[in-house]
């Protein structure tokens, strides 16, 4: 009797640990996938402050984009200066959900003048799709954005949302 339930406690403790071990590897997965998710997040902050600096190539009025050099990581409240053809301007993070949605609010002399959205289509790696809207009181999209590589093209830039942008700045000067 004693050998049979020593021999039950040796199989509990066994089936204990196989238990144990199945969790644990199943955790280790789990922190191997969030690894690799904070790996790809910070590709795409990267990819945030890579498109924040291309904003003069827009046509948008904005000559230069200066960048905290704090090391702060673009999120809501991050904050950074543009400099337009009518002055110094503040932009702010208001959404940031990445990688899908960055907008940031656009201010000149105390006035918002305007808010700019990134909305990340995916890619397969090598290419990200953007779509860039400009968000004044009823906006049409600013166009199709296409980062490829380093190679950015404008499929289509209206016109009419761009001169909204610079009437808004002008008008704040």
Not at 47 to 72: A, H, Q, W, Y
Not at 116 to 145: C, H, I, M, R, Y
Not at 151 to 169: G, N, P, R
């Amino acid at each position: 009797m004693k050998k049979i339930m020593m021999g039950l406690g040796v199989v509990a403790v066994l089936g204990l640990l196989v238990v144990l071990g199945i969790g644990t590897a199943f955790s280790g997965k789990k922190s191997v996938g969030r690894a690799f998710a904070l790996e790809q997040k910070s590709e795409r902050v990267f990819e945030t402050l890579s498109s924040l600096e291309r904003l003069p190539e827009l046509g948008i009025g904005v000559k230069s984009v200066k960048l905290p050099s704090d090391g702060s990581r673009p999120g809501p409240g991050y904050k950074f200066e543009l400099q337009t053809e009518y002055g110094a301007a503040e932009a702010e993070i208001v959404t940031y959900d990445a990688p899908r949605v960055l907008s940031f609010d656009v201010t000149l002399k105390g006035k918002k003048v305007g808010n700019l959205s990134f909305e990340l289509q995916g890619g397969d790696g090598a290419t990200t799709d953007l779509d860039v809207k400009l968000n004044l009181d009823s906006p049409p999209p600013l166009g199709g954005l296409k980062n490829l590589g380093a190679q950015w093209t404008v499929s289509t830039l209206l016109e009419s949302s761009a001169d909204k942008m610079k009437e808004a700045l002008e008008s704040a000067k």
